[in-house]
């Protein structure tokens, strides 16, 4: 690992018109692909994404009015304008939005959202893994626990383990041989046995 720590990461916790604002396809794809991939030019993430660019110059508009991503003028030249994501972590709690018809629903697309690109994601790995070395065909995998704790418990397994995460993100070297870029996923929701509680 390289000697510099990275700095703490750059959060956001959502108002009513950002998670109204990230309920949108494209614009949920181009903040994660401004997070992951950094800075970038419309034409760059229309490339990435399989669309047009006067669709991601559009959005990534809509995303900067509700201070999501910024413009990095001194990287512009002409009209080439770059973007980068505003903040690398966005929080919100799920009640938050209660009082809020329209931001709750949302909030509910987006979270369906995020497990369909969870999927999706999944599904290209499983369908490339013998490509990859046994070392990381090793190292990548699913695992789920059951546990019967009140909600208080559950909120501190996840803060807990979101440490945990955040200090391997903190300490993450991009340089260090045989490094990849890696998703980890953290997820808790009830055990619903044919749909009930």
């Not at 800075?39 to 760059?44: K, V």
């Not at 910024?70 to 690398?88: I, L, N, T």
């Amino acid at each position: 690992m390289g000697d510099v720590q990275k700095p703490a990461p750059r959060r956001v916790w959502i108002d009513h018109r950002q998670v109204r604002a990230l309920a949108h396809p494209l614009r949920t794809r181009l903040l994660g692909a401004l997070r992951v991939k950094g800075a970038a030019t419309a034409t760059t993430l229309a490339e990435l994404l399989d669309t047009n660019t006067g669709a991601t110059s559009y959005h990534l508009r809509q995303l900067a009015e509700v201070g999501l991503v910024v413009e990095e003028p001194d990287r512009g030249s002409g009209r080439q304008r770059w973007w980068r994501a505003a903040h690398d972590v966005t929080s919100f709690e799920n009640t938050d939005f209660d009082d809020d018809p329209d931001a709750r629903a949302a909030v509910e697309w987006f979270q369906t959202e995020q497990v369909r690109l969870f999927v999706e994601h999944a599904e290209r790995w499983f369908a490339v893994r013998d490509q990859w070395s046994p070392e990381w065909r090793d190292a990548f995998g699913m695992s789920d626990v059951f546990l019967t704790i009140p909600a208080a418990r559950l909120k501190e397994l996840q803060a807990e383990l979101l440490q945990i995460l955040e200090r391997y993100h903190a300490e993450a070297d991009p340089d260090m041989p045989g490094a990849e870029q890696v998703q980890v996923v953290l997820a808790s929701h009830p055990l619903l046995m044919g749909g009930k509680r």
